[in-house]
């Protein structure tokens, strides 16, 4: 059983589309979190949501928006994608009502744009 | 400032030998210290973690040290395996008004010979 699972695991695009990247997390938890991972490997939060609402949200342009349907789906959605949005982008989930910090990651969403 | 940095971006050990993996942090205000391991086109996974009101913490094969004074922490593997390769970071957080959002720290990758 996959406990953060994200889809595609793979894309590749245009300059100027629009795409989306799903998460689901099957962990029960209360907030998910979306975190890019540049060339160099450096992680940095996105947005976060605790239980449908949002919780953080970096400095991102706002052609990136996040949608929580539910406390288990997190999707991206990222308009006009430019070069500079080629990146790892990782889905992850805690439960920090209960304290707990811990974040389970998914596999990532490799975007590519050309 | 936030951030979590680490002295060395590559470490190469010999299989068989100790690994130690540093670590400095910036927030005083961090309380909460995780490691993670990444491998090769995989998801951050969480190896071990500390509280600040402690200074050790062990794993299996693994170890924590937190050095609040320096603000310093460190991982130490023990008899590294070849399995062990790959990407390590440090994250911090502060789990007064918990949001969850990890800070990451820039990755060491950790090479082991045979």
């Known amino acids: 059983d996959t406990a953060v699972s994200q889809t595609p695991k793979y894309l590749v695009t245009q300059m100027g589309n629009d795409k989306s990247i799903k998460c689901e997390q099957n962990?029960?938890?209360?907030?998910m979190y979306w975190y890019k991972q540049d060339s160099k490997k450096f992680l940095k939060i996105m947005f976060s949501y605790n239980n449908k609402e949002l919780i953080i949200n970096e400095t991102v342009p706002n052609r990136f928006s996040p949608k929580s349907p539910d406390k288990a789906h997190l999707n991206l959605h990222i308009n006009s994608l430019e070069l500079g949005d080629s990146a790892v982008y990782f889905c992850a989930s805690s439960h920090i009502q209960m304290g707990n910090t811990e974040a389970f990651f998914g596999q990532g969403t490799r975007l590519t744009v050309v | 400032g936030e951030s979590v940095g680490l002295h060395l971006p590559t470490l190469s050990v010999q299989e068989g030998d100790n690994s130690i993996i540093n670590c400095a942090y910036s927030n005083s205000a961090s309380d909460y210290f995780i490691w993670y391991k990444q491998e090769s086109g995989k998801g951050p996974q969480f190896i071990i973690d500390i509280r600040s009101n402690m200074d050790k913490r062990q794993g299996q094969r693994v170890t924590v040290l937190l050095n609040k004074t320096v603000k310093h922490l460190s991982l130490q593997i023990a008899a590294t395996q070849p399995g062990d390769s790959a990407v390590y970071f440090c994250a911090e957080n502060t789990l007064s008004g918990n949001t969850g959002k990890l800070i990451f720290g820039q990755g060491t990758t950790l090479q082991v010979k045979p």
């Open positions: 962990l029960g938890h209360d907030t």
